[in-house]
């Protein structure tokens, strides 16, 4: 096996309470000013206040910036950058979904930069970063806190595209359940099918490692015990924490390994139809996995013993297939369709999806079963209905 690493944000706080470790952060690293991230769906919800009492108490100066879109374009990215150039900072706080966090995260390494998004997307190699940053998700999903990827949208080729270097990978985390506590049960399951797929694409990827296993697997035990309980009822904040722990370990499974073919195909469902990514995972989810059947039965297998020992002393096919239903009986239970039809995607828009998908070939060379062009198609055609 060659060499292998995986990276993790150096300093990570978690439990109930913990957004209340902010003045300690801000205390070390003796920042001035604060740059805050967040969008109106946070906002409204009341949960940003969280981070501005703590940051008031210190009396530290802060900008609010709330006008992120849900799953950005490397424009949006382009258009905040301008209103942050007019602000005094020198730390970030970014308090959202993997939208605003993959928005703040860009921001690190551009904010004095002398390249633009535009260079990133054409070589992410020349990025650095110029400013330290603290991420607290408030969805279950992404595991954009730990990763060293922000993904954008190209509305020009109609796709979206990760920008990828370590970098990116934010310093401090604070998972405190309290900011998924009033999560809308329909992101609940969105999000957490994509921090599903994060674990499940990781362990099964070609570049997954022993690094990578262990935040996989680990994530996988608390993902699968939870997210049904989690999406029926809002109040169990066991399930809860264990999802936003879940989430976190499937970012750093990311570091080291890399997600396949799920996440591949899905990124054109996102970038032309602008279909939630935790949506457009799940639809594609069980069907890329039961194609990648043959080529990940040992790894499917070694997944349902982490999640189901009961099942020990059973074959590997049952093991891997148990892991296959599980995933197409968690998007159902929590109500994600499982097709195309509703999202004005049709027949015709075919050969687009096929192009698209197989030029994702960052994430397709991960994938143990190749895919060809008609594998693409066929894959697509049983979601299309
Ligand atoms: N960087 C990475 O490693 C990585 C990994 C996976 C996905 N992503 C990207 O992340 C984006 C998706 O992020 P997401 O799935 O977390 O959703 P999101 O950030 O797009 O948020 C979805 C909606 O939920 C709302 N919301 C968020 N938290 C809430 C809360 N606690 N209560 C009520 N409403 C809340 C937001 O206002 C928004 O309207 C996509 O662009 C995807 O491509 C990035
Ligand atoms: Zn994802």
């Known amino acids: 096996m060659p060499a292998y690493q995986i990276r993790i944000p150096s300093c990570v706080y978690a439990g109930e309470g913990s957004v209340g470790k902010l003045k300690e952060i801000i205390q070390k690293e003796a920042a001035k000013s604060v740059l805050v991230f967040t969008d109106k769906g946070i906002v409204a919800t009341g949960l940003l206040k969280l981070v501005t009492d703590e940051l008031e108490e210190l009396g530290v100066r802060y900008t609010v910036f709330d006008d ?17 150039k007019k602000a005094e900072g020198d730390f970030i706080v970014a308090m959202g979904g993997g939208s605003v966090m993959d928005a703040a995260k860009l921001v690190s390494l551009l904010k004095g930069a002398p390249y633009t998004v535009r ?6 190699s020349i990025a650095q970063k110029y400013l330290k940053s603290v ?20 509305p020009e080729e109609e796709t979206k595209k990760g920008i990828v270097n370590n970098a990116m990978i934010p310093d401090y985390v604070i998972l405190d359940a309290r900011t998924i506590a009033k999560l809308p049960p329909h992101i ?3 999000t957490g099918v994509d921090a599903l797929a994060h674990v499940v694409e990781c362990y099964t990827s070609k570049k997954a490692t ?18 049904r309980r989690a999406y029926e009822n809002p109040d169990d904040m066991e399930a809860k924490s264990a999802m936003l722990l879940g989430a976190f370990y499937g970012g750093i499974a990311i570091t080291g390994s890399g ?79 499982t097709d195309l039809s509703g999202f004005g995607v049709r027949m015709e828009d075919l050969d687009f999806l096929v192009t698209a ?29």
């Open 188 to 190: 609940v399951a969105a």
């Open 68 to 84: 992120l879109k849900a799953e950005p374009a490397y424009t949006d990215v382009e258009r905040v950058l301008e209103d942050v």
């Open 135 to 154: 991420m607290i998700p408030t969805t279950c999903g992404t595991g954009a806190e730990a990763t060293c990827n922000a993904i954008v949208a190209i």
């Open 119 to 124: 260079d990133l997307l054409k070589d992410p």
């Open 210 to 227: 022993p690094l990578s296993d262990t935040y996989a697997l680990a994530g996988a035990k608390l993902i699968f015990a939870n997210i």
């Open 357 to 385: 998908g197989s030029q994702q070939t960052r994430l397709l060379v991960n994938n143990r079963r190749e895919l060809s062009l008609d594998d693409i198609r066929a894959i697509y055609l049983k979601v299309l209905k």
């Open 259 to 337: 997600t396949t073919a799920v996440h591949a195909l899905s990124y054109p469902l996102g970038g032309k139809y602008h279909i939630a990514h935790g949506v457009s995972n799940a639809i594609l989810f069980a069907h890329v996995m039961e194609y990648n059947l043959e080529a990940c039965r040992v790894q499917l297998a070694g997944l349902c013993d982490a999640i189901a020992p009961e099942l020990y002393g059973a074959g590997e096919d049952e093991k891997a297939r148990y892991v296959i239903d599980q995933i197409a009986d968690i998007v159902k239970t929590t109500q994600i369709p």
